[in-house]
């Protein structure tokens, strides 16, 4: 046998890893799944008490752009985990305050009873939230006088608690429609109704009722955004049990201790004695931000026995008014906490490679689930890879369903598209903030409409292409320099990419290379014109949709575009269909045009116009080349609209136009009216229709004597002759023109 040199792949050995900025490190760490080829991946998931926001899309969507780039590019086994959580202290309240407020409503009170129930739970409100505001006349005055700027710094929802307050005032003021009263002083009533009689709720429908229509609407919005289901949803009120043992557990290791009011508190300085735990590893600056700490307990939490401020509940004891569960504590339910760290460990078991969110759930959320887990299984490190998104902004400020400032993702889709949301968050780090606003939205339009107007003019050459062979036409295949570079843009590109997502999955650079590469392929296009390689053009086109059904967009079955939303799966096929049709259309409408252009016929350039006027309403563009025929485009429902809107601003300024010009032919034609008339005037009449001037007159008709009877001067009858002599000239120009 003859020898063989095995080839040894240089390039292989130097290709950048995948690496992931780790909020447990504060760094870029290489990626290394605990099972090779395999990544266990869990997501925090929504608490579904109210509609899901902007801030929700930026963070499932920036996930599932991750989740997409692991899966559909490095080609992991990805098993994605994501909770529903509907078991919480905002879900109790709003479930049992809307119900008190249902059975309020129902009892038709008349408005003098609203009335005092409405005073009654506003001055309770002002008293609880705007405490300074009593030292002043007036909340008004109070809002007036105060450095509103700096106050807020201190109590971010103050905004908020000044709308309800003046809202409420303003509906007191002349209360006369029960139903309207009702609405517009719900936020004041409820907390009076539910410190009165929410006690007494006890049906767990009330309580299961609130979260499984958000969990609904939830679900809808995120295919609407086209967010991949989660491979596994866990829910918090099927794993009760499961909580309980996991609690028992941990409590048998010695991080856990149970109070006398049926709760069990997670023993934090215990923890962090420990040798082997550390606690807050992921904000260790906040181990002792009781404010955040507070939060995360829920407003319904009782801290009675607690040992530490920093310790949290791992189970709560229920009071009258809230769901409960038998434990070995007594009825109670779940902490907020606990319930992620079982619900992961159930199904991925005792360690895990991604644990993803959003950074606000940093502290206390992510790090008490740590705790408590590595208490559990008395591990150092249950999870390998925190990835955090980052805090989205609207024009600046910081968006909160709890500041009642969001925006809905429903109320999102009115005004955007599905793919434009996802390119904000695509363009951005998804680690990074997000501030919607409309220099991001003015970026993605343009990247959007760039992209569209290349798929299209690419389908439209690769259509024009297979028509000219149809029809025997030899077409070139000889590879040029141009060809030459163009493979070498896509190779770079290529190269460029790969490198940007193992940089932390850097979408906003990915999508940047697309963009160049799209822009130098159309350089391509544009200045070969006829001899361009549709080959090359259309591997470029094929690779850019490639990458962005990577990244999540939904693209067209040949590889040429992403499909357009608003149009129906068999938009390919249309084009396949109507495509041969078009074709001999346009083929027709250039013979038309041609013969026009030569005879200067302007009869058949109109039927040119209109035929390609009559294809742009049914969505195909019909594009005019000066070195063959004319391109068919078959347009998107956006391009459509966006290039009818722009022949309609054509045709008007060209109708503006035609109005300007025959305002000025009328106006030229009036100046011309009024010449005439002037000349029509003889010379010798010229000054006696001005008898308020003159008075006598020689037999010429020049003055001789103004009104009053005085001679006409010297000076003056120089002047009147002149105009005479010229009226005498206008006229006899006049008779000149009108004798025949």
């Not at 030292?135 to 309800?164: N, R």
Request: aromatic share 8%; with cysteine; charged share 25%.
């Amino acid at each position: 046998m003859p020898s063989w040199n095995n080839p040894q792949d240089t390039a292989a050995a130097a290709v950048k890893p995948l690496s992931l900025y780790n909020t447990l490190t504060k760094t870029k760490n290489v990626f290394a799944p605990i099972t090779t080829g395999k990544v266990k991946w869990y997501s925090c998931g929504p608490t579904v008490y109210d509609a899901a926001h902007m801030g929700h899309a930026r963070n499932y969507v920036s996930i599932d752009i991750n989740r997409r780039v692991l899966r559909d590019y490095f080609h992991y086994d990805v098993h994605f985990v994501q909770n529903v959580t509907d078991i919480d202290d905002k879900i109790i309240i709003r479930a049992r305050q809307n119900y008190l407020f249902e059975q309020y409503t129902q009892k038709a009170p008349s408005v003098s009873e609203v009335t005092a129930k409405a005073q009654e739970g506003l001055a309770r409100y002002i008293a609880k939230n705007l405490p300074d505001s009593a030292k002043f006349a007036s909340v008004e005055e109070w809002a007036a006088l105060i450095d509103l700027k700096a106050e807020m710094i201190k109590e971010e929802k103050l905004p908020m608690y000044l709308k309800t307050v003046t809202t409420a005032q303003d509906a007191l003021k002349d209360p006369q429609d029960v139903a309207a009263l009702l609405a517009l002083t719900k936020d004041v009533i409820v907390p009076v109704l539910d410190k009165e009689y929410g006690a007494t709720v006890n049906d767990p429908a009330v309580f299961l009722a609130l979260p499984a229509y958000w969990e609904y609407r939830f679900d809808q919005d995120m295919a609407r955004l086209d967010v991949l289901e989660p491979d596994t949803i866990t829910r918090v009120t099927e794993y009760v049990p499961e909580i309980a043992t996991f609690v028992e557990k941990i409590i048998a290791n010695g991080f856990a201790y149970a109070t006398a009011d049926g709760s069990v508190y997670f023993d934090t300085v215990a923890f962090d004695r420990s040798d082997n735990h550390d606690y807050a590893k992921l904000v260790p600056s906040n181990k002792n931000n009781l404010k955040l700490i507070e939060e995360g307990e829920g407003s319904l939490s009782v801290a009675s026995g607690k040992r530490s401020p920093s310790d949290f509940a791992l189970w709560k004891g229920s009071k009258p008014g809230e769901p409960a569960w038998a434990s070995p504590w007594g009825q109670g339910r779940p902490g907020w906490h606990i319930e992620c760290s079982v619900m992961a460990s159930d199904i991925l078991g005792q360690q895990i490679d991604i644990h993803s969110g959003g950074i606000d759930l940093a502290f206390p959320h992510h790090d008490n689930e740590l705790a408590q887990s590595e208490a559990h299984y008395d591990c150092q490190q249950w999870v390998n890879y925190f990835l955090h998104t980052g805090h989205l902004h609207i024009e600046g400020s910081k968006m909160s369903k709890s500041l009642k400032n969001f925006i809905s993702i429903d109320e999102a889709l009115t005004m955007y598209s599905a793919r434009q949301l996802r390119l904000c968050f695509a363009l951005t780090p998804y680690n990074n903030p997000l501030d919607f606003k409309g220099a991001l939205i003015d970026e993605v339009k343009n990247y959007e409409g760039s992209l569209s107007k290349f798929f299209t003019k690419v389908r439209a050459l690769k259509s024009s292409y297979e028509h000219d062979l149809s029809q025997g036409k030899i077409i070139s295949k000889k590879i040029t320099a141009a060809e030459s570079a163009l493979e070498e843009d896509l190779e770079e590109a290529k190269r460029a990419v790969h490198e940007a997502f193992c940089d932390n999955l850097n979408t906003p650079l990915v999508m940047r290379i697309v963009g160049d590469l799209v822009s130098k392929t159309n350089t391509y296009i544009s200045g070969l014109g006829s001899e361009l390689k549709i080959g090359r053009v259309v591997r470029n086109a094929q690779w850019v949709s490639q990458i962005l059904a990577i990244v999540g967009f939904r693209t067209r079955a040949d590889g040429l575009g992403w499909s357009d939303a608003s149009v129906a799966d068999d938009g390919a096929s249309f084009e396949e269909t109507v495509s041969p049709v078009a074709k001999i259309l346009s083929s027709t409408r250039d013979t038309i045009r041609t013969k026009g252009i030569e005879l200067k016929d302007a009869e058949l350039l109109q039927l040119s116009d209109s035929v390609r006027q009559e294809l742009l309403q049914h969505g195909i563009s019909i594009d005019d080349q000066t070195d063959g025929p004319a391109l068919v485009k078959f347009l998107s429902s956006a391009e459509k609209t966006e290039m009818l809107k722009q022949q309609q601003e054509k045709d008007q300024k060209a109708q503006e136009k035609l109005q300007k010009k025959a305002q000025q032919a009328r106006e030229i034609a009036e100046k011309a009216r009024l010449a005439d008339e002037k000349a029509k005037v003889r010379p010798e009449d010229l000054f006696k229709s001005e008898t308020d001037k003159y008075s006598t007159f020689d037999e010429a008709g020049m003055p001789t004597k103004d009104a009053a009877g005085e001679e006409i001067t010297k000076s003056m009858r120089k002047k009147l002759q002149k105009l005479y002599d010229q009226q005498k000239k206008l006229h006899e120009a006049y008779l000149e023109r009108t004798k025949n």
